[in-house]
Nanobody, 125 residues
């Protein structure tokens, strides 16, 4: 069974940028949809962004559209989330996930099979 490992989180000031990475090991996920979700204490995990297997199709939550960019490098079995113009409300634990079942980008966390352990992003004002 494969494993997803996120990295790149940390503390950043308002208006700053962070780039998250999610690397898969143990097996390849190049044929599947990848997604990024985030969660804050006491709230449901919410969809942030997703990318099709080829990288040609992307989807974003309205709250991050125009500020975040998702991309993937199938040769490296890695997905990235570039986050710009960060705001305090972007503070959360960010998770990457893989959906092996669908060929479209779902926003439902229950549709994703494999998850990383999460990486904290904290935006300070």
């Amino acid at each position: 069974q494969g494993q997803l490992v996120e990295s790149g989180g940390g503390l950043v000031q308002v208006g700053g940028s962070v780039r998250l990475s999610c690397a898969a090991s143990g097996r390849t996920y190049s044929n599947y949809v990848w997604g990024w979700f985030r969660q804050t204490p006491g709230k449901e995990r919410e969809f942030v962004s997703g990318v099709s297997w080829s990288g040609a199709i992307t989807r974003y939550a309205d709250s991050v559209k125009g500020r975040f960019t998702i991309s993937r490098d199938n040769a490296k079995n890695t997905v990235f989330l570039s986050m710009n113009e960060l705001q305090p409300e972007d503070t959360a634990v960010y998770y990457c996930a893989v959906d092996r079942q669908r060929n479209y980008i779902s926003i439902a966390q229950g549709d994703y099979d494999y998850w990383g352990q999460g990486t904290q992003v904290t935006v300070s004002s």
